[in-house]
């Protein structure tokens, strides 16, 4: 099982330009999530899909849009890039099968700078 | 979910039992202790969690106070490749609701 991926693992964007990162898990997990990490800070949540169909959002959601396209994938878009959003994109995803129970497993996450 | 508190940094000999503190003075009841570490820039990986009784597995053992207040991870016999930071979190059991909140960590360095 190769577990989380993500792609790309590196992308370089202008101001104002568009992309979408794309985040796919095997392990057939309910629940997906995107985090960022900026140098030096914890991770911070951006959206999560408490299960397929449904999306929320976290701490930081301005500037970013989520589809959770089926059970596996969860995609990340940025409409309008900014410099502000230079950053280390994690996603994750976890089964709540046992809500006392969180292992979140993380992807090797997208390293995405804005100029 | 309640806060944490970490220390910023802490070095431990290699081969020696690496003890790093958590504090959670305001945790609830319903609240989980986790504990996760990201080595390098790759991502979280974890390591253990507990609610009141102490546990332990192949990777750590999680000690909780008997208030709550406070929980110590400990990595019996560290490595180089346990330097790392790692991450106190506490969490609530609303079901399919699971956000973790990453604070800052503690960076700890295994000293050869």
């Known amino acids: 099982n190769a577990g989380v991926t993500q792609t790309p693992k590196f992308q370089v964007l202008k101001t104002g330009q568009s992309m979408t990162l794309q985040c796919a898990q095997d392990?057939?997990?309910?629940?997906m999530y995107w985090y960022r990490q900026d140098p030096g800070m914890g991770l911070r949540l951006i959206y999560y899909?408490?299960?397929?169909?449904?999306?929320d959002k976290g701490e930081v959601p301005n500037g970013y849009n989520v589809s959770r396209l089926n059970k596996r994938e969860f995609s990340l878009r940025l409409e309008s890039a900014a410099p502000s959003q230079t950053s280390v994109y994690f996603c994750?995803?976890?089964?709540?099968?046992?809500?006392?129970?969180?292992?979140?497993?993380f992807g090797p996450g997208t390293r995405l700078t804005v100029l | 979910d309640a806060k944490t508190t970490q220390p910023t940094s802490m070095d431990c000999a290699e081969g020696r039992a690496a003890n790093l503190p958590c504090n959670h003075s305001?945790?609830?009841?319903?609240?989980?202790v986790y504990w996760y570490r990201q080595i390098h820039s790759q991502g979280p990986q974890y390591i253990i969690h507990?609610?009141?009784n102490n546990e332990t597995n192949e990777m750590a053992s999680l000690i909780i106070t008997e208030d709550r207040k406070s929980s110590t991870l400990i990595l019996p016999h560290a490595t180089l490749r346990d330097t790392a930071v790692y991450y106190c979190?506490?969490?609530?059991?609303?079901?399919?609701?699971?956000?973790?909140?990453f604070g800052t960590g503690t960076r700890l360095t295994i000293i050869p």
């Open positions: 994750a995803s976890s089964d709540w099968a046992d809500s006392s129970y969180n292992e979140q497993f």
């Open positions: 392990m057939n997990h309910n629940s």
């Open positions: 899909s408490a299960s397929e169909g449904t999306t």
């Open positions: 305001t945790i609830s009841g319903n609240e989980y």
């Open positions: 507990g609610l009141k």
């Open positions: 979190i506490v969490r609530g059991t609303n079901f399919g609701n699971e956000k973790l909140t």
